[in-house]
């Protein structure tokens, strides 16, 4: 999943992108107001991490337009410490979690995952599609019981597809959660994917819909 990261302190910065890259994730960086706004706005992410306090535009001013666009990116923001009134100002902006600074990197990646998850409408880091389960917290996949073992790449290939199962993921979509700005990123390395990872999960999970995209369909029991 692609994830946004705004936030003007180098260190802080740095520190978020390393651990969610760490998670699985695919990490783009944005340390000034107006790159952040724009982004947010024309990009497709998974969800955003995003400072209030920045140069340029300030992350409340920017939450607000994305809302008001209509952009309904689950948002992680980030308060100054004890700072109840950032707190509440940011919800009220359509924040969907908040977290005061100093903050531990563990707690982060959790209010991620849950905003992530209640944005989809799930309630729980274990997914099951019939007999596969995927658990988000430890970034694993399980058929009938046995562990699937799979790289990053096809543990983030399957997670995008099971998170958005019942629905038909479009090639370009796939491609930017799974590779983000890697050269790397190109159709044929795809489909090399896909077929690996339906090697190891059983290749009627992961279907084609030519010209469309990729489906994992609901089970049907
Ligand atoms: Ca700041």
Known sequence: MRVLVVEDDDRIRDDVTRALAAAGYVVETASDGEDAWFRGDTEDYGAIVLDLGLPGMDGLAILKRWRDNGRSTPVLVLTARGSWAERVEGIDAGA????????????????????????????????????????????????????????????????????????????????????????????????????????KVGAERIETRRGFGYLVPEASA
């Open 96 to 199: 969907d979690d908040y977290l005061p600074k100093p903050f531990r990197i563990e707690e982060l990646l959790a209010r991620l995952r849950a905003i992530v998850r209640r944005s989809a409408g799930q309630a729980s880091s274990l997914h099951a599609v019939g007999d596969l389960v995927l658990d988000e917290r430890q970034m694993r996949a399980a058929v009938g019981g046995v562990p699937v073992s799979l790289t990053a790449l096809e543990y983030r290939l399957l997670a995008y597809l099971v998170l958005n199962r019942g629905r038909v993921v479009p090639q370009t979509e796939l491609l930017e959660h799974v590779y983000g700005d890697e050269d790397a990123r190109d159709a044929n390395a795809l489909e090399v994917l896909i077929g690996r990872v339906r090697r």
